[in-house]
């Protein structure tokens, strides 16, 4: 049980911090804006980011080896593709005004479809594109 628990105090430390600066924050900012409720929502928001991108990279890379570098590279590539998603769906908001379900639904449907074929591209290695153009054509098109 020892064993356990000395293995899970790191991480739990790290939350109990994030806790803490999430009301120091809350606080804070009620303090001196005398803000809402969306205060909480984004105070949490902002101690979970920081505690995610300062403390686990670290974390990580005491537990795998793995360098810090290429943690940051793919949250580099997550933060763009999330950043290109936005834009592609507030690009097709302004071509189809979601007024009704059923353009809601189209615009979800084709802002996910544009998003997807940019995060293939965005993700895969020139090796990785080939094996699924060659898996497209020969298990896409090879039925008739």
Do not use: H
């Not at 064993?3 to 739990?12: G, H, I, L, M, R």
């Not at 059923?102 to 996910?112: F, G, H």
């Amino acid at each position: 049980m020892l064993v356990s628990y000395n293995k899970f105090s790191v991480p739990a430390i790290s939350q109990l911090l994030s806790g803490l600066l999430n009301v120091l924050i809350i606080f804070t900012v009620n303090n001196l804006l005398g803000a809402d409720i969306y205060t909480i929502v984004c105070s949490a928001l902002i101690a979970d980011i920081i505690r995610n991108f300062v403390f686990i990279p670290y974390y990580n890379k005491r537990v795998t080896g793995y360098k810090i570098r290429q943690y940051y590279r793919k949250v580099l590539v997550s933060i763009i593709t999330c950043i290109a998603t936005i834009i592609i769906g507030y690009s097709i908001r302004y071509i189809i005004n979601p007024n009704s379900w059923t353009k809601l639904v189209i615009s979800v449907v084709m802002t996910s479809v544009i998003a997807f074929v940019f995060i293939i591209l965005m993700i895969m290695n020139k090796q990785e594109k080939e094996s699924l153009v060659a898996l497209y054509i020969t298990k896409g098109r090879g039925k008739k």
